[in-house]
């Protein structure tokens, strides 16, 4: 079992930063792949990034590439998603996961889910 919890959303203006953070507790030893995804309002649940942490390669969405980061600290369990230049757009629940294998844009992939931390951009 693995325990995954967020932290680090609120509420920004629009071009303004926030940094999110997902400690991982459990089984860390147990999976490969940890990613971010997002949920607003209506609409389905969606890639964000993820870090393969067996090979280190790192990928992004189109919609946030160049603006979010996603890094961790293996002495800490934590992966962090730097966001940068948020839009209005970028407002949704945010969710850390947990996977051993499968396509790392898929959240049917994920076998571990944190409980979500809200990220609002007001213009």
């Known amino acids: 079992q693995v325990q995954l919890v967020e932290s680090g959303g609120g509420s920004v203006q629009a071009g303004g930063s926030l940094k999110l953070s997902c400690a991982a507790s459990?089984?860390?030893?147990?999976?490969?792949?940890m990613g971010w995804f997002r949920q607003a309002p209506g609409k389905e649940r969606e890639f964000v990034s993820a870090?393969?942490?067996?090979?280190?390669?790192?990928y992004y969405a189109d919609s946030v590439k160049g603006r979010f980061t996603i890094s961790r600290d293996n002495a800490k369990n934590t992966v962090y998603l730097q966001m940068n230049s948020l839009k209005p757009e970028d407002t949704a629940i945010y969710y850390c996961?947990?996977?051993?294998?499968?396509?790392?844009?898929?959240?049917?992939?994920?076998?571990?889910w944190g409980q979500g931390t809200q990220v609002t951009v007001f213009s």
């Open positions: 996961a947990a996977a051993t294998s499968g396509d790392y844009a898929d959240k049917r992939s994920y076998r571990y």
């Open positions: 459990g089984r860390t030893f147990s999976y490969d792949t």
């Open positions: 870090e393969n942490w067996s090979g280190g390669r790192t």
